[in-house]
């Protein structure tokens, strides 16, 4: 086998810096996608909170049915407990979601810091601009 020539090397090295950038722009879309997800899920689960905290406020006695909005189009009148019972589930299921994804957006980040930091990758990306987000939170987490 021929060592490859000085030319060939840089264009070899060239290549391989380019890939190495365009998956880091992937993985960083990925995660911004994410963390904007999350966000909104975190502003349901919100929402939810206050629901549940006003519907406890409401007077117990003040009739057995309420009326709730279904599926965002239709209100229907339906029990108390039904209504309770309803923000519970939801809530249970943002907050999984949360979880999940939460974890999702940590792992990503760690992939990143770690592409970021390996080597002269990590120069590279300095050197044309580009940076982690959540750079202090993977610092928070070795």
Known sequence: EQPFDADEEQRVT????IEHAKHIQSLKEKLFSDEK?????????????????????????????????LGGTSFIKVSREAVDRKLREDRQKLEQTISKLDAQVRK???????????????????????????????????
Not at 109 to 134: D, H, Q, W, Y
């Open 37 to 69: 997800e999350l966000a909104t899920y975190r502003e349901q689960l919100t929402t939810n909170k206050q629901a549940a905290a006003g519907h406890k406020q409401q007077d117990p006695h003040g009739g057995a049915k309420e009326w709730m909005l």
């Open 108 to 142: 990503q980040r760690r992939e990143l810091k770690a592409l970021a930091v390996s080597g002269a990758l990590g120069n590279e990306l300095a050197s044309i601009g580009m940076t982690l987000p959540g750079d202090d939170v993977c610092a928070g987490e070795r």
């Open 14 to 17: 060239a290549h391989i810096s």
